[in-house]
């Protein structure tokens, strides 16, 4: 027996039990919606039993258990009515709110007060142990898998227990058996968890008295659409009204009276290294998605970045490629340009910070703080390396966090607990130029006393701080818990802004109070009438991105000292926060260089556009995500390539092939205007999410639109009417017409992820530029008559073998990947790997070496062994490197083992 199924899927978790509980070997294959494999439309799992399928998970988790007589027909005459209670009843309230959480940030509460009233009323029977009272039967299997996302969110397991204590107890007694706990080992827990499969469950009505026995049945939806939404769909498929024309921007793009004028900013990168995954995604991507939706809502948008070039990291870089401060800067700001170019990002100005607007400006906001009395003075202890001959900014000092004791806290953050720190307190300092142990000087300097501007910002976060994301409201409360302490803004340095105070000549401005400013600065780069735009509150709103690690300068530092100057500044209404990407099984670093980095990802041969949607598919919105190359290669050969690829490409070369190159003619039954509706649906859905930056919610939608293509031509099979009469012949034109116009709509939506692959779309379909608006309704882009251009295909299948070998190439450091290192980026500076790094190391090899063992023990799947072999030697090159052993050893001692 075979098994296809998506990650997270409920249904395929019964199916999986119902194999573990008869002891019968099961083939579990990962596939994506619409695999042609599968051969069914947006319905996963699939259960292959010879030359049968199953995808009802009842019928299927019956066949199984009955294959091993662990259930009989009198058993199922005993509960015939539970079952059709649980497929009818239980089951669709279940899928329901698995829906619901996958498309809205919070779903439907009513859903879950529903739940816990059918579960109530066999309290009872949950209270026996069994719902049969006497033994485990595949009801139980069906009813815990259904309650499992709930059961396991920690924001409703609670409420759970206590509406529903016999069933708390129930499901935590099955979860102890071992035919339960080993099939969810590895499966997502809660809402969040398992929502990403919802689309994939089949759907029934609730109370239906027996599951839907076809596959046909099976295309009833919980949420049918409505005699309205199809008048709407009618009367908007041929609306003109729908067709609003967004006008070129005039440049310097400025805020315009009664439009909604939005100012983008993404956290600036430092210039001293080249950015990694992880930091494209949660910042200039990100940002970059969102601007490109408003422009193409017809906002009136500017998007401004740049490189953050001032302080240490610059001077010290400088010193390791022996070139002078400016020099490194003018590389890297270069660097950045090149690597943020091959991502298609539209800054409206790229800048950077060691410019004269930089100087006057920052000056000026500090003059303002200073006559305003928001500004002190203070003496202060600071680290000073005597082998280095300098004092050590903050970034530049390490040693153990004195809140947490985590070994290897910066100067100014830790890490591991996110809490801002001072250099002096670390305990057991060391410089991270030289490792020697830094000594104390004291130095005076200025500080931005927050405790003045306290209750103002405390009342502006407060309203401000509504519709950010949950990780920068919570970061930027916590900080405000323990009362603000005045801040330095100063150093002893030669790299920086100069400090315009008598007194203070041999210093500059700390980078923290500096670079923010660099927003502004850049947009006086940008235009001259930069204060429209940044003294200019009530008509514009001011959306910020960047990883949470950047929350609380942007939150509480930043916001402070434009509050303290006095004067009416462009405040952050929308903080979009990011949490971390992962790299495989560590964490993206640039000091220590691990992961995939920009000019990396431009010498793989992959398009740009195929980095842009998985970092998009994967981006770390609510919680850590991790990028792996597998799955980089899944999610291109199954959502990209099978699903939007394969439909655009089936549209455009039926069209050139079948009615030369022309648009038919369309009369639309009333299937296509359900289907149309369902579009509208998704369009609504796209939108909805969009405006609130949930850029990987949204980007699901598209593929969904792309599915319902899918559907329309594979359910009409176009390529058979055509060979008929001349009525066939002319419902073949209505499916192709309406199918290239939904590949002119998918051409628009995918703007925002994939500008590029939109483009070439658009040339292919040789679409005038006035479609280049998002509407509210799917319409008619391209009329009858309209001749498209050449088709082809949009996307190249990922092979294992390319993956396998970047996988190779792009493991361990940056630094030691030798030949494989650019020219243009300059070596990252090997750190000394740390005994915490090492004991961790080790006891993942020894934790994967258990998990091989046990995999061999129990004759496991080949392939399921062979990956994690792989993983186990990937982790032990790993612990190699930590331990300063040539990761080549491994090989040669595995040799001489044969």
Not at 231 to 255: E, I, M
Not at 414 to 419: Q, V
Not at 467 to 476: D, G, L, Q, S
Not at 767 to 785: E, R, Y
Request: glycine share 6%; with cysteine; proline share 6%.
């Amino acid at each position: 027996m075979r098994l296809f199924t998506n990650s997270n899927n409920i249904n395929s978790l019964k199916i999986q039990i119902a194999a573990q509980i008869s002891n019968q070997p099961l083939e579990v294959i990962g596939v994506a919606p619409n695999d042609p494999r599968v051969g069914l439309k947006s319905i996963l799992p699939v259960l292959e039993v010879g030359e049968a399928r199953l995808f009802l998970p009842t019928p299927a988790a019956l066949y199984i258990l009955q294959q091993r007589n662990q259930i009989s027909q009198n058993d199922l005459s005993c509960y015939e009515a539970l079952l059709e209670w649980e497929s009818g009843v239980l089951y669709p309230l279940c899928q329901a709110l698995l829906l619901s959480a996958s498309q809205n940030k919070n779903p439907d509460p009513s859903l879950k007060i529903q739940i816990y009233s059918v579960l109530s009323a066999l309290a009872d029977s949950f209270g026996k142990g069994f719902l049969n009272g006497k033994s485990l039967s595949v009801l139980d299997v069906l009813v815990w898998c259904d309650i499992y996302p709930l059961a396991t969110d920690r924001n409703i397991r609670k409420e759970l227990e206590e509406k529903c204590p016999s069933v708390a107890a129930w499901f935590d007694k099955l979860l102890a058996e071992k035919s339960f706990s080993v099939c969810v080992e590895k499966f997502g827990r809660g809402l969040d968890g398992c929502k990403v499969a919802a689309g994939s469950l089949v759907a029934f009505h609730k109370s239906t008295s027996k599951p839907a026995q076809t596959v046909e049945d099976a295309k009833a939806k919980e949420n049918p659409i409505s005699d309205k939404e199809l008048a709407a769909a009618k009367a908007g498929w041929t609306n003109p009204a729908n067709k609003k024309k967004s006008a070129p921007a005039k440049r310097p793009v400025l805020p315009q009276p009664g439009k909604r004028n939005i100012l983008i900013t993404s956290a600036l990168p430092y210039v001293n290294n080249v950015p990694h995954l992880g930091n494209i995604v949660g910042c200039v991507l990100s940002a970059d998605i969102f601007a490109r939706f408003a422009r193409l809502r017809g906002y009136n948008t500017l998007f401004i970045c740049g490189t953050d070039e001032y302080g240490t990291s610059t001077e010290t870089k400088a010193v390791e490629e022996g070139l002078t401060p400016r020099q490194i800067c003018d590389k890297y700001n270069a660097l950045h340009s090149q690597i943020y170019d091959w991502f298609d990002i539209s800054f409206d100005q790229f800048g950077r910070t060691t410019t004269d607007h930089q100087t006057k400006i920052s000056q000026e906001i500090f003059w303002e703080l200073h006559k305003s009395g928001h500004t002190s003075e203070d003496s202060v202890d600071q680290l000073h390396c005597q082998n280095c001959d300098r004092f050590l900014a903050d970034r530049f000092v390490e040693g153990q966090c004195p809140l947490c004791s985590y070994d290897d806290a910066r100067g100014d953050q830790c890490d591991a607990c996110g809490k801002l720190i001072n250099a002096v307190d670390l305990k057991s300092p060391r410089c991270k130029l030289c490792s020697q142990s830094p000594t104390i000087r004291t130095s005076k300097h200025l500080f931005i006393d927050l405790p003045k501007v306290e209750a103002k910002l405390n009342s502006w976060l407060e309203k401000s701080s509504e519709k950010w994301t949950n990780n920068a409201r919570v970061i930027a409360k916590s900080w405000l818990k323990g009362g603000l302490q005045p801040r330095c803004i100063t150093r002893d340095l030669k790299w920086g802004t100069p400090v315009p105070l008598e007194g203070y000549e041999s210093k500059v401005f700390y980078v923290w109070f500096d670079a923010p400013i660099g927003y502004i600065s850049i947009t006086a780069q940008y235009t001259e009438h930069w204060q429209l735009w940044w003294k200019n509150p009530d008509n514009v709103e001011y959306w910020q991105f960047m990883a949470k690690d950047n929350v609380p300068f942007h939150s509480v530092v930043f916001p402070s000292t434009l509050i303290g100057t006095g004067s009416s500044w462009t405040m952050v209404n929308r903080l979009m926060s990011t949490e971390y990407l992962n790299y495989e099984d560590a964490k993206f670093s640039k000091s220590r260089g691990i992961g995939v980095f920009g000019n990396d990802a431009k010498e793989t041969g992959i398009p740009a556009d195929v980095w842009r949607f998985y970092l998009m598919y994967t981006r770390p919105e609510n919680q850590d995500s991790t990028f792996k190359w597998e799955d980089l290669m899944l999610k291109n050969n199954s959502e990209l390539l099978a699903n939007l690829g394969n439909f655009v490409n089936r549209a455009t070369k039926f069209t050139k092939d079948n009615f030369n190159y022309t648009v038919p003619e369309m009369n639309l039954n009333e299937d296509d205007y359900e289907m149309i509706a369902y579009v509208n649906r998704e369009i609504e859905n796209y939108t909805t999410l969009l405006e609130d930056a949930r850029e990987r919610e949204a980007i699901s939608t598209v593929f969904n639109i792309s599915r319902l293509g899918n559907q329309l031509m594979q359910h009409n099979t176009p390529w058979k009417l055509v060979k008929g009469d001349a009525k066939d012949k002319a419902r073949a034109g209505t499916v192709v017409g309406v199918s290239v116009n939904l590949s002119c709509l998918l051409s628009v939506l995918i703007q925002p992820y994939m500008p590029g692959l939109s483009r070439e779309l658009q040339k292919q379909l040789a679409a005038p530029q006035t479609v280049n608006h998002i509407p509210d309704q799917f319409s008619i882009l391209l009329p009858p008559g309209h001749r498209i251009g050449e088709p082809s295909p949009l996307i190249a299948e990922i092979k294992p073998a390319l993956v396998n070998e970047l996988k190779s190439r792009y493991a361990g450091k940056q630094s030691s990947r030798g030949g494989d290192q650019p020219k243009s980026a300059a070596p990252a500076a090997a750190p000394v790997p740390t005994s915490a790094d090492a004991a961790t190391l080790e006891k993942l090899v020894v934790d994967q070496g258990n998990t091989v063992r046990e995999l061999k023990a129990a004759k496991g799947d080949k392939d399921e062994i062979a990956a994690a072999v792989a993983k186990l030697l990937e982790l032990k090159k790993q612990l190699c490197v930590a331990q300063g052993v040539d990761p080549s050893t491994l090989v040669k001692s595995g040799k001489k083992k044969k």
